[in-house]
């Protein structure tokens, strides 16, 4: 091959590499433009007053992932039609959570060089009643069901849960007194029914009972475990191995979570199942995909959870005790909370 056609080929290369990259950089440009825009075939969204006590009956708010002008806001919907028209709130959250006339929303506050992260505790329309700052990248948020507690779960290092390499910090909150524990790992373990201390204590995904008991996960020596937590004796108690990102029921028998299966993708490891707090038995629900998420009780015998979607994510539903089908529920939505 002469020198002539050596450089005729390396010159063809570079044009056809410059052409991809230019038109990958015009399909990433064109495709964060129709952020903006209103998906055609996508819910309607409209802007209007939200509250969380709400007068038209039971209400679903979301943060809303539909593309367009409100795309991240926390939205509403009627409970029993959760495909109709999104009343956009204003307000941007990452994770979001609600009850009670209390809400806490978790935001992302851009700078020049970095992001950095924030947890507001919002009033009943969604007015700041106090924040606080957040150590890390948004993961889980709850308030209890009297809204005087709110909870929050980070990444401090790492943005998944699925391998290894990940640090959270969890805190809860007193909507009262604005007293917080910023740090669950600092609370007494106990665990198997002995003190426990270890370095790799970590704690997330809270859900409460009332104002003083609240549920969560402790992992630590590559386990994870349900724990039992106290507010007022700080305390961490081991109940149950193999759970993550619990969710109590609402008459507090029992709880939903993801569990780790075996022979499962290691980078999808985690299926939805249900444990019955007295029996200890757990109920594989119906859904059989992978689900990365702290579902949400709609009532008590109904999960709701996110899955992923076109647009980011969209929103399932399965029964709690194994029977049925999972269906999706909302398109284009993440974080729910039922009102009302």
């Given at each position: 091959?002469?020198?002539?056609?050596?450089?005729?080929?390396?010159?063809?290369?570079?044009?056809?590499?410059?052409?991809?990259?230019?038109?990958?950089?015009?399909?990433?440009?064109?495709?964060?433009?129709?952020?903006?825009?209103?998906?055609?075939?996508?819910?309607?969204?409209?802007?209007?007053?939200?509250?969380?006590?709400?007068?038209?009956?039971?209400?679903?708010?979301?943060?809303?992932?539909?593309?367009?002008?409100?795309?991240?806001?926390?939205?509403?919907?009627?409970?029993?039609?959760?495909?109709?028209?999104?009343?956009?709130?204003?307000?941007?959250?990452?994770?979001?959570?609600?009850?009670?006339?209390?809400?806490?929303?978790?935001?992302?506050?851009?700078?020049?060089?970095?992001?950095?992260?924030?947890?507001?505790?919002?009033?009943?329309?969604?007015?700041?009643?106090?924040?606080?700052?957040?150590?890390?990248?948004?993961?889980?948020?709850?308030?209890?069901?009297?809204?005087?507690?709110?909870?929050?779960?980070?990444?401090?290092?790492?943005?998944?849960?699925?391998?290894?390499?990940?640090?959270?910090?969890?805190?809860?909150?007193?909507?009262?007194?604005?007293?917080?524990?910023?740090?669950?790992?600092?609370?007494?373990?106990?665990?198997?029914?002995?003190?426990?201390?270890?370095?790799?204590?970590?704690?997330?995904?809270?859900?409460?009972?009332?104002?003083?008991r609240f549920y969560a996960t402790l992992a630590t020596g590559g386990h994870?475990?349900?724990?039992?937590?106290?507010?007022?004796?700080?305390?961490?108690?081991?109940?149950?191995?193999?759970?993550?990102?619990?969710?109590?029921?609402?008459?507090?028998?029992?709880?939903?979570?993801?569990?780790?299966?075996?022979?499962?993708?290691?980078?999808?490891?985690?299926?939805?199942?249900?444990?019955?707090?007295?029996?200890?038995?757990?109920?594989?629900?119906?859904?059989?995909?992978?689900?990365?998420?702290?579902?949400?009780?709609?009532?008590?015998?109904?999960?709701?959870?996110?899955?992923?979607?076109?647009?980011?994510?969209?929103?399932?539903?399965?029964?709690?005790?194994?029977?049925?089908?999972?269906?999706?529920?909302?398109?284009?939505?993440?974080?729910?909370?039922?009102?009302?």
């Amino acid at each position: 091959m002469t020198r002539t056609a050596r450089l005729m080929i390396l010159l063809t290369a570079v044009l056809l590499l410059g052409a991809v990259g230019t038109g990958a950089v015009l399909h990433a440009a064109h495709r964060a433009g129709q952020r903006d825009e209103q998906q055609a075939d996508g819910p309607a969204v409209r802007t209007g007053d939200v509250s969380l006590r709400p007068a038209d009956g039971r209400t679903l708010l979301v943060r809303n992932l539909a593309w367009g002008p409100h795309r991240d806001e926390i939205a509403a919907v009627p409970a029993g039609a959760p495909d109709g028209p999104r009343t956009a709130s204003g307000v941007k959250c990452l994770r979001f959570h609600a009850a009670a006339g209390t809400a806490v929303c978790l935001q992302a506050v851009h700078g020049a060089l970095e992001d950095t992260y924030r947890a507001v505790v919002l009033d009943a329309h969604l007015r700041e009643r106090h924040r606080f700052p957040a150590a890390g990248i948004p993961t889980r948020a709850r308030v209890s069901p009297s809204g005087h507690l709110v909870a929050w779960t980070v990444f401090v290092s790492g943005d998944s849960y699925a391998g290894t390499d990940f640090s959270t910090r969890t805190a809860v909150v007193d909507t009262r007194t604005w007293r917080i524990e910023d740090n669950l790992e600092t609370f007494r373990v106990v665990k198997d029914g002995r003190p426990y201390r270890a370095a790799d204590v970590n704690i997330w995904g809270v859900t409460f009972a009332d104002d003083t008991r609240f549920y969560a996960t402790l992992a630590t020596g590559g386990h994870t475990y349900l724990v039992r937590g106290d507010v007022t004796a700080r305390t961490l108690t081991t109940l149950h191995a193999n759970v993550e990102c619990p969710s109590l029921s609402p008459d507090g028998t029992r709880v939903a979570y993801k569990k780790r299966v075996r022979g499962a993708p290691a980078d999808a490891p985690w299926r939805l199942y249900v444990l019955d707090l007295r029996t200890m038995r757990e109920t594989p629900t119906a859904e059989r995909r992978d689900v990365d998420d702290q579902a949400l009780w709609a009532d008590r015998a109904t999960l709701v959870y996110a899955l992923p979607g076109d647009y980011g994510s969209d929103l399932w539903t399965v029964p709690a005790d194994g029977t049925g089908t999972a269906r999706r529920l909302m398109a284009s939505a993440v974080a729910p909370a039922y009102l009302g």
